[in-house]
Nanobody, 126 residues
Framework: QVQLVESGGGLVQPGGSLRLSCAAS????????MNWVRQAPGRGPEWVSA????????RYADSVKGRFTISRDNAKNTLYLQMNSLKPEDTALYHC???????????????????WGQGTQVTVSS
């Protein structure tokens, strides 16, 4: 069956770094656009970043541009998000999400994706 399993979250101090991973199985990972979407308590979902099927084209929300880097390893069916210079406002549950349609890549709504994981919690606090 299809699975997207995120890992790498945790508690980090402001200014710190984390690297999230998303292990995919049960579908042809290399043909899907991959995204990170986050959900903070009391706030609506926020699209964070997207990467195309080959890993050549990336996009970022203005709130994370210059601090986060998305990448993928199609040989390992794994998506990554390197997060540097973390801020308290980055605190959220981070989901990876996949879609075969480029038009849906970049949506903040998990319902617009074919598959998504349960998420990994990132908490930025001193």
């Amino acid at each position: 069956q299809v699975q997207l399993v995120e890992s790498g979250g945790g508690l980090v101090q402001p200014g710190g770094s984390l690297r999230l991973s998303c292990a995919a199985s049960g579908f042809t990972f290399k043909t899907y656009y991959m995204n990170w979407v986050r959900q903070a308590p009391g706030r609506g979902p926020e699209w964070v970043s997207a990467i195309d099927t080959g890993g050549r084209s990336t996009r970022y929300a203005d709130s994370v541009k210059g601090r986060f880097t998305i990448s993928r390893d199609n040989a390992k069916n794994t998506l990554y998000l390197q997060m540097n210079s973390l801020k308290p406002e980055d605190t959220a549950l981070y989901h990876c999400a996949s879609t075969p349609y480029p038009g849906y890549s970049g949506s903040p709504s998990l319902d617009d994706y074919d598959y998504w994981g349960q998420g990994t919690q990132v908490t930025v606090s001193s």
